[in-house]
């Protein structure tokens, strides 16, 4: 009856903590967002000769605005109360297994489950804290998970959400399932001859259930205020994205924040691409950004989307792309200013070709390549900010020694 009691007590504790990071995610997410709206922004005082009927057209359109977050944070909620997670508990056999095991490297074990996501994915739970006595010094959450994946014949990788190290006090601990594949990124950039700033910005990050994301901003322009612009968009998308949102849900909000900011001129676009490192199923989503590329062996596939930056209309429905990627593919990003001024105009067909012949090389290196060539092609004149962005994906041989 106590160890019953002692199972529904941890559930219970598991479950109220599950939902109470996601609410407290949606809360932050919510708090950045009206803060975003909030900022004062230089411009921004009354015009006398404005008129009401600028006044009125201007309201009805805020209003349009804050009803279309409202949706966004009803689904949003919908969402997290829908989630669902099942305890499975080993059996008693296995469990000693484990608690002996980690005890023979310094860690006390307890409460041990396995637990299913709504996803199907799996995740193991487990009360984790050192012991008094300890032969071979500090424990990570990382070393713990290398141990698990021996004792339980199973690839596992520490959650974000542990903590670093594994102190005496007990803290419950979750380990992931490996994803299945891995990745290398590679990055080459060029600053418009005239400036000392690049104006475009982008960032490589996991969020949500091990997703590699690519995102990639340019500012428009260039200089200091274009790379202003280009940073803050990637710092809302990367801070969205690892909140939990999904990539729709995302780009609809950021256009919502940028609309207003400034004139069709100076908008900034978003290009993002969401690559799920268990199925190999990859998402692009645009916003005035150019063409990207998938590379499959010496076949390339151009991926477009919406031709209007951030900010361009109240409202956004972005389209996603959808794709598969194996292993040996490669992504392809870039903003603009590598396909402008080509001789003999069709940048993205000449692109192509080049990136077809391009084979056993990493993602900087490829990163490079096209950049070098894009310049050659302008007599080696730089007229505009480039940046292109390549992650190669690779699937893990499961038969490896863990």
């Known amino acids: 009856m106590k160890n019953r009691e002692s199972g529904n007590t941890a559930q219970s504790a598991y479950l109220l903590e599950y939902g109470r990071r996601k609410i407290r995610v949606c809360a932050d997410t919510f708090q950045n967002l ?46 997290a109360a829908q989630e669902s997670v099942r305890f499975l508990r080993l059996g008693s056999r296995r469990q000693k297994q484990i608690v002996r095991g980690l005890a023979r490297e310094g860690l006390n074990a307890n409460e041990i489950y396995l637990v299913q996501r709504g996803n199907g994915r799996m995740e193991l739970s487990v009360l984790l804290s050192a012991r008094s006595v300890r032969e071979r010094g500090t424990h990570t959450a990382d070393e713990a998970a290398g141990l698990l994946s021996v ?28 994803p299945s594949y891995v990745y290398l990124t590679g990055t080459a950039r060029a600053v418009k ?25 340019d500012g428009m322009g260039s200089g200091e205020d274009a790379c ?3 940073e803050t968009v990637v710092d809302m998308a990367e801070s969205m994205l690892e909140a939990g949102l999904d990539a729709q849900m995302t780009v609809r909000l950021m256009n919502s924040a940028m609309v207003g900011e400034g004139s069709a001129e100076n908008l900034p676009t978003l290009d993002l691409c969401c690559l799920d490192l268990y199925e190999g199923e990859c998402t692009f989503l645009k916003a005035g950004a150019a063409a990207s590329f998938i590379k499959r062996g ?3 596939e151009k991926i477009t989307g919406a031709a209007l930056p951030l900010g361009a209309f109240g409202e956004m429905q972005p389209q996603p792309v959808q794709r598969s990627v194996s292993d040996g593919d490669y992504i392809i990003m870039m903003t603009d200013g590598l396909l402008e001024g080509w001789p003999e105009g069709d940048a993205q ?13 990493s993602p900087a290196e490829m990163a490079g390549i096209l950049l070098r060539s894009a310049i050659e092609q302008r007599g080696g004149r730089i007229r505009d900010d480039m940046t292109v962005l390549c992650a190669g994906i690779w699937e893990k041989d499961r038969e490896d020694a863990i």
């Open 298 to 300: 010496s076949a390339v």
């Open 228 to 230: 202003r612009d280009s």
């Open 34 to 79: 009206a803060q975003i709206f909030a900022e004062e922004r230089d411009g921004e005082e009354e015009q006398p000769e404005r008129t009401f009927f600028f006044l009125k057209k201007s309201l009805v359109k805020e209003r349009q605005l804050f009803a279309g977050n409202l949706r966004e944070m009803a689904e949003l909620m919908n969402r």
């Open 349 to 361: 067909k000449r692109l192509e070709m080049l990136l077809s012949g391009m084979n056993g090389i």
């Open 193 to 217: 001859e005239t400036e000392t700033m690049s104006g475009d910005n982008f960032a490589f990050f996991e969020a949500g259930d091990a997703s590699l994301v690519l995102a990639l901003s």
């Open 151 to 178: 004792l339980l014949d199973m690839r596992l990788v520490s959650a974000k959400r542990n903590p670093f190290f594994i102190g005496s006090e007990p803290v419950c601990c979750f380990f992931e399932e490996e």
